[in-house]
């Protein structure tokens, strides 16, 4: 059996690769784990839009009754509420039933501690090895059987919270928000509207089948288009269960969590709110904004890719803000996990703030070209394939190319069975052909397939 633990918790095809049994077994080693000799847990249930996540929020939870643990069922939410409200209902742990932004068929299982942080390597090895092992856990009987409970108003505190990280008054402001037909959809427009914004409101009729189909932060296309023809100040995009944004600006324009990430460190320096003008990115994070940070006296430290090693990294030095290009975007001083609604508040906050266009504030932060390949492998051979010597002198061969004006970077997907070749450098047209060139030896040498 491979890792079931990626970089974003458990995820694969409901009811195939991700099973009602795998997911029952799941609840029961995590509620194990995490029971004390002082009493056993209390777990948030939550899960996004998917038609799949009923079924599986079920058997998770008699995973955790079986073993004595207490299930306080959130119903749909986004994932960052449950970070949030792990604190506010002082649980043991929270558990997020959804694949982000992956499309309808697959789902995930996501952890969080009682202080609103996804568990430790060191935790989710430790329930990964009951799984595997069948050890045996005591299970409890009569009176001892855990209960599961509903908690009507959780959407509603979590509301009450995104409106808190409001500083301006949207008045006069018009926003556009696609929903991804997913978590988001029920609270999004609510929230801006009574923030004073008004709303175009979009994919935010979820039926269980239709998240992030073709709509969403992973296809900023259609957000595109409505700013465009309906005349909005800003315009954002989440995905499925709302941990991430992208952003357009009021001609259409893509701001991407770089950009975004730019504008609020520029924004929190001069505050003074930025702590010790630090900012916590990726590996993946665009050169652009890394060069435009040293111009404004911003420190930059890099971390690999995956919200939690940024958020590692904020919790050790107590850093306030971190994020990814993808649009995690972590706040530190307000949740502990990246947030797609609280992160557009704050960039709303920037407009009516400042009184300057989104496009205005986006160029400030510039952008190098930048390129994606993914290639689709065997999971067994992804750890090969990073090692192999042709392809590492074909990227060597590249970066000569570049001439110091860009760089390569190769690294396996955690979350899905993928090596991705990233590129950067003057022109999208000198960098596309070189990413392609490199992914061909995959293909040639694994049988991998361009995506």
Request: net charge negative; with cysteine.
């Amino acid at each position: 059996m491979s890792r079931l633990f990626g970089t974003d918790g458990v995820r694969g095809i409901a009811n195939a690769e991700l099973s009602c049994e795998l997911a029952m077994k799941i609840g029961a080693a995590g509620a194990y784990v995490l029971t004390s000799d002082v009493h056993n847990p209390r777990i948030l249930v939550g899960q996004d839009t998917r038609k799949s996540g009923d079924m599986l929020a079920c058997a998770l939870s008699a995973g955790i009754c079986s073993i004595g643990g207490d299930v306080i069922n959130v119903g749909v939410i986004p994932t960052p509420a449950m970070a949030y409200l792990a604190r506010l209902y002082s649980a043991d742990a929270a558990v997020m039933i959804s694949a982000s932004h992956n499309t309808m068929e697959y789902n995930g299982i996501k952890w969080f501690d009682g202080s609103g942080y996804k568990l430790s390597d060191e935790l989710e090895d430790r329930i990964e090895a009951i799984i595997k092992s069948n050890e045996p856990m005591e299970k409890p009987t009569g009176s001892e059987v855990g209960n599961c409970l509903a908690a009507p108003r959780a959407v509603e505190k979590y509301k009450e919270f995104l409106k808190s990280s409001a500083t301006e008054s949207f008045e006069g402001m018009t926003v556009v928000l696609d929903c991804a037909n997913g978590s988001a959809s029920g609270i999004a427009a609510d929230v801006f509207k009574e923030l004073g914004a008004k709303v175009i409101s979009w994919a935010d009729e979820p039926d269980g089948c239709n998240i992030n189909d073709l709509c969403g932060s992973t296809h900023p296309d259609s957000l595109q288009e409505l700013m465009t023809e309906r005349m909005a100040d800003a315009g954002f995009a989440f995905d499925g269960d709302a941990d991430r944004v992208i952003a357009a600006d009021e001609m259409g324009n893509i701001v991407d969590g770089d950009r975004i990430i730019g504008i609020c460190a520029k924004e929190m320096k001069a505050e003074g709110r930025l702590k010790d003008n630090m900012l916590v990115v990726t590996v993946l994070s665009n050169l652009g904004l890394k060069l435009r940070m040293k111009e404004l006296g911003i420190n930059v430290v890099e971390t690999a890719v995956g919200d939690r090693y940024i958020i590692e990294r904020m919790r050790q030095k107590g850093y306030t803000l971190g994020g990814e290009q993808s649009g995690h975007i972590i706040f530190y001083d307000k949740n502990t996990t990246g947030d797609g609604m609280l992160s557009a508040i704050q960039v709303m906050n920037i407009l009516a703030k400042t009184k300057k266009r989104f496009s205005v504030l986006a160029d400030e932060v510039p952008i190098l070209p930048q390129v994606m390949v993914n290639v689709i492998l065997k999971p067994e051979d992804k750890a090969a394939a990073l090692e192999d010597a042709d392809m590492k002198a074909a990227i060597a061969d590249v970066e000569k190319r570049l001439e110091g004006e860009g760089r390569v970077l190769v690294r396996a997907s955690g979350t899905e069975p993928l090596i991705r070749i990233m590129l950067e450098g003057k022109s999208e047209e000198q960098i596309n052909p070189l990413a392609i060139s490199i992914a061909r030896i995959l293909e040639r040498k694994y049988g991998g397939r361009i995506k």
